[in-house]
């Protein structure tokens, strides 16, 4: 390989590095410029991922970087409105929660109390005579039951 081809060809693969250059970074200060206008977080990540570029490339690039700075954390006039909503959302959703609890709440109570009374219920009928358990079944007295056979009285 002569020398002039050499100089040649390294100034192509120079020239072609710089247009790949200037194209990423024309397409990062447009995701810029469009996450910033849209209201989404500007974030390198968010940029990187819509330019399709590296983070690397973003953080090399002195001017990429404080453009994403200055517009990180800022919100454009949208974006404070549609937070403004999203805060009365969450406050009728809070509202509307606490309304069930207070609902569950209640239905809670009211099943422990059914609950207590069934159970009252039961150890009653369980302290009975077993002969007065059997005929309320309309079972015989002297039949054995499923638990086992009766003691004798």
Known sequence: MSEGDRDHRTAR????????????T??????????????????????AQAADVSTSFLYKHLQLRQEIDAKRGTATAGTERSTA????????????????NRQLTELLEQLRTENEALRSRLLELGTRPPAAQE???????????ATGPQQPR
């Open 13 to 24: 693969l120079t020239a072609a590095a710089a247009a790949r250059t200037t194209s990423a």
């Open 26 to 47: 024309a397409r990062a200060r447009r995701a810029i410029t469009r996450l910033h206008n849209t209201g989404q977080p500007v974030t390198f990540v968010a940029v």
């Open 85 to 100: 909503a999203s805060v009365e959302s969450l406050r009728t959703k809070l509202a509307t929660a606490i309304d069930r």
């Open 135 to 145: 005929i309320r079944r309309g079972e015989p007295a002297d039949k054995p039951t």
